[in-house]
Nanobody, 113 residues
């Protein structure tokens, strides 16, 4: 399986970005639980959000109310809409298929003025 993230970049504090993760080679993507993690320099990789096959979501407390995870099974894609971005959201964001060792290569998000 291959996971390809896109949508990272440089944004000012208070701005928005939408990350996407497209899955290739995952049979029955609609049954997959997908998640986003992030890793800031010098920090451990940390959980951000996940979405179950039936669209129930779990969001980490520090981003709750600002980030939204969603999926489009027809496109084998999961999204992370990030609003009201803060400098502390700066990190490499990774997509993963939960319960597997399938990870994307990561996309850099930098929040800075």
């Amino acid at each position: 399986a291959l996971l390809e993230e896109a949508g990272g970049g440089l944004v000012q504090p208070g701005g928005s970005l939408r990350l996407s993760c497209t899955a290739f080679g995952i049979d029955e993507f609609y049954q997959a639980t997908m998640a986003w993690y992030r890793q800031a320099p010098g920090n451990e990789r940390e959980f951000v959000a996940q979405i179950f096959p039936w669209n129930k979501t779990t969001i980490e407390d520090s981003v709750k109310g600002r980030f939204i995870i969603s999926r489009d099974n027809a496109k084998n894609t999961v999204y992370l809409q990030m609003n009201q971005l803060k400098p502390e959201d700066t990190a490499v964001y990774y997509c993963t298929q939960v319960y597997t060792n399938h990870w994307g290569q990561g996309t850099q998000v930098t929040v800075s003025s």
